[in-house]
Every structure is written in structure tokens, then in C-alpha cells.
């Protein structure tokens, strides 16, 4: 690559790029470039996360400064990348109440994206959907069978975003992204309300490991 090639490659698959970044990229080919990214071993954010002085636990101004500090100041730029590239689409908030005074367990989320950033979609959403802050952003962590006589129904918020957002989205989706239309020329939709319920059953009886009660909790990591 020239050097206005290494620079493109580095502004698309990198944090940004450092002109020795773009240096060290030129005479490379992009495959070279990729399969060098792809070699170096990870380095996760949770190595960043330190408490701020005369606190005794960690705020969420400390998952920002791990953020910013892994993101930029690790060799892995393409990992970063998709990683980040990721957390678009495997949401989870701090903005939530829910688990937005949890930096701890949200930077430990983040950690499984870039885990994953390089391997298959299958192995990524396990472990996302195991994650006990995905569990209780999207309320499976301690998610109940149903029970008639005492009223208790599965929680379907999960079943349903795993189908809509996470994988296989509305609608049935030609090749080119384009809808699939019946016979009438309608788009055909991708899942309905048994399907949420079928799933909405996958995702019970889950919460965290040697716990004496089963119930649902607020996440402490």
C-alpha cells in the first residue's frame, strides 16, 4: 500500500490512525495489514478500569477513561474496531438505571465483544446472552417458567430482541437485502408471537452460578 491507502485501511479498521501507524502500514498489503491485526493477542479493557482517588468503588466516569484508554492506546486497532463496530449492534446501555451503575460489569460486556470480534456469531451471541448484564438489560437474568396458578408468564423481552435486532431481524430478506414479497406482494415476516413465546421458554430458569435462591437480582460485578 502507498501511503493514501495505508491511510484509508487505518481510518476504516482502526480507533484512528498515528502517522507511524500509517508509516508502518505502507509496503504491506491490505491482507498483510489484516492478518497482522488478526495475530496480536488481545488486550482487554478490563486491565484499564482503576478507581478514582478517595473512592471505594467504581464509577461510571472509569469506564469511560478504560474505554478511551483501550481504544486508542492498544496495539489491536482492528480488534478495537469491530469491537466497537459490535457494541452498535449488541446493544447494552448505561443509560439504563438498570444497569448503568455497573462499570464494572458494563467494561467486563465490552470485554466479550472483543473476544469475539474476529470469531463466529454463534459462539458471540452465547456468550452476550450469558452475560449478566445483557441478562438484566433485557430482563432473562432470573427469568421464571411459566406458572398459571400463580399468574407468571416468561419474560419475552429478550426472545423477542434476539429474533428482531440481534440475528434475523422483521422481515425475510433477499440476497441483496431486499424484502421477500409473497404471493400478494407483501413482505413476509420472519417470526411471530409463538415463536417469541417458544423462545421466551429457552430463556428461564438462568441466574448466577452457586446462588442459593433463584429470583431476580440486581447484578453486582
Known amino acids: ?8 485501511i487505518l481510518q476504516q479498521g482502526s480507533m484512528g490512525p498515528t502517522l507511524s501507524e500509517i508509516r508502518q502500514a ?22 484499564y478500569l482503576v478507581k478514582s482517588p478517595d473512592e471505594n468503588k467504581f464509577q461510571y466516569i472509569n469506564r469511560i477513561d478504560a474505554w478511551w484508554k483501550g481504544g486508542l492506546h492498544s496495539n489491536d486497532q482492528l480488534r478495537q474496531r469491530v469491537a466497537f463496530a459490535l457494541s452498535q449492534i449488541l446493544v447494552v446501555s448505561d443509560a439504563s438505571s438498570n444497569v448503568g451503575n455497573q462499570p464494572e460489569g458494563m ?25 449478566p448484564i ?53 413482505t413476509i415476516a420472519t417470526y411471530g408471537q409463538a415463536q417469541i413465546e417458544g423462545f421466551a421458554r429457552v430463556f428461564t430458569g438462568w441466574t448466577f452460578a452457586a446462588s442459593e435462591t433463584f429470583k431476580k437480582k440486581n447484578v453486582i460485578m
Open 26 to 47: 505502507q509496503g504491506l498489503s491490505e491482507q498483510q495489514w489484516l492478518e497482522q491485526q488478526m495475530a496480536l493477542p488481545i488486550n482487554y479493557h478490563r486491565g
Open 1 to 8: 500500500m502507498d501511503e493514501t491507502a495505508a491511510a484509508r
Open 134 to 186: 445483557m441478562g438484566t438489560f433485557l430482563s432473562h437474568l432470573g427469568n421464571e417458567k411459566a406458572n398459571d396458578e400463580l399468574n407468571i408468564r416468561p419474560d419475552e423481552n429478550y426472545a423477542r430482541e434476539v429474533m428482531q435486532l440481534l440475528t434475523i431481524g422483521l422481515e425475510e430478506l433477499n440476497l441483496d437485502a431486499t424484502p421477500k414479497l409473497d404471493a400478494q406482494g407483501n
Open 107 to 131: 467494561i467486563t460486556y465490552y470485554d466479550i465483544l472483543l473476544k469475539h470480534a474476529f470469531g463466529n456469531y454463534r459462539e458471540r451471541l452465547e456468550d452476550v446472552t450469558l452475560s
